[in-house]
């Protein structure tokens, strides 16, 4: 693992957007007003979510020439933009549903676990002069937070219209986790 001093220009250009992008993430998704709805909380914290990996995936395609991460970077960008569009749609209903004050105390303390675990993992994501290994790194831990975040919304009663969504978003992130993973050690070694 190179020392910030020993990267390229080009990978510090793409680091320094890359925490640009993450601390924005973090302050929105932290920031975002939670009311008596866990299907709501979960829209309005996943939008942002949602918005870093396109920003992500568009940062990687400035600088990166390996095909098989430029056509993972343009799918996630389509599914992200398709998912805060159908999340957009379900909102004025799935916040109207009020949950108990016990199960919102719960799923907010799941799911501050959960982010704060993937803002830390996203953060210590080891630093490469490889720009696509950095940006695999980046989004390994991004995708599994999406998963657990929507692991965790289904424990508790929601909005039926917002399962095809988390449906949806799991099946993509668990894929695209896999599929990086595999690149990681082709790219390694």
């Known amino acids: 693992m190179a020392g910030y001093s020993d990267l390229s220009i080009n990978t510090k250009a793409y680091l320094d957007c890359y925490y640009s992008i993450l601390n924005d993430m973090m302050e929105q998704m932290t920031s975002a007003p939670q009311a008596g709805s866990i299907a709501g909380n979960f829209i309005v914290q996943m939008m942002p979510h949602h918005r870093a990996a396109i920003k992500m995936s568009e940062n990687l395609l400035r600088y990166t020439t390996y095909i098989p991460l430029q056509n993972m970077a343009l799918n996630i960008i389509a599914e992200q933009k398709k ?62 937070g999406a998963v657990l975040m929507c692991e965790n919304m289904l424990r508790y009663p929601g909005c039926p219209e917002l399962l095809p969504i988390l449906e949806a978003i799991t099946v993509s992130q668990k894929k695209g986790m896999m599929q990086m993973q595999q690149m990681l050690k082709e790219i390694r070694f």
């Open 83 to 144: 998912s805060i569009e159908n999340m957009k749609k379900v909102y004025p209903c799935c916040c109207t549903l009020v949950n108990k004050p016990a199960e919102l105390q719960s799923y907010r303390r799941d799911n501050e676990r959960i982010l704060q675990n993937m803002f830390r993992e996203m953060k210590s994501a080891g630093v490469d002069n490889n720009i696509n290994v950095c940006f695999m790194r980046e989004m390994i831990p991004h995708h599994k």
